[in-house]
């Protein structure tokens, strides 16, 4: 599923920097991500994908997180230089 602006946190490559640039959620997980530090405008680097899928983890802010592909598919990013 491709948004006009940009792409699905769980589609980007392995070592591809992104910049959030919206999230798809409820209230209660707006506050999770705030919480994890994702908000507009965060850099995120996925460098780790399980064997199965899912979970992926995700450098963001020299933190390392992992999130499933469901909460993944929430977070809309574009690619960053």
């Known amino acids: 599923m491709k948004h006009s602006n940009?792409?699905?946190l769980c589609n980007l490559e392995l070592n591809k920097k992104a910049k959030v640039i919206d999230l798809k959620c409820s209230e209660n997980e707006l506050r999770r991500f705030l919480d994890l530090g994702i908000v507009k405008d965060?850099?995120?680097?996925?460098?780790?994908?399980s064997p199965f899928g899912t979970p992926t983890a995700y450098e963001v802010r020299k933190t390392?997180?992992?999130?499933?592909?469901?909460?993944?598919?929430?977070?809309?990013v574009s690619e960053a230089e």
Request: positive net charge; glycine residues 4%.
């Open 42 to 49: 965060t850099i995120l680097t996925p460098i780790f994908k």
């Open 6 to 8: 940009g792409i699905p």
């Open 64 to 76: 390392v997180l992992a999130l499933r592909k469901e909460t993944a598919e929430k977070i809309i």
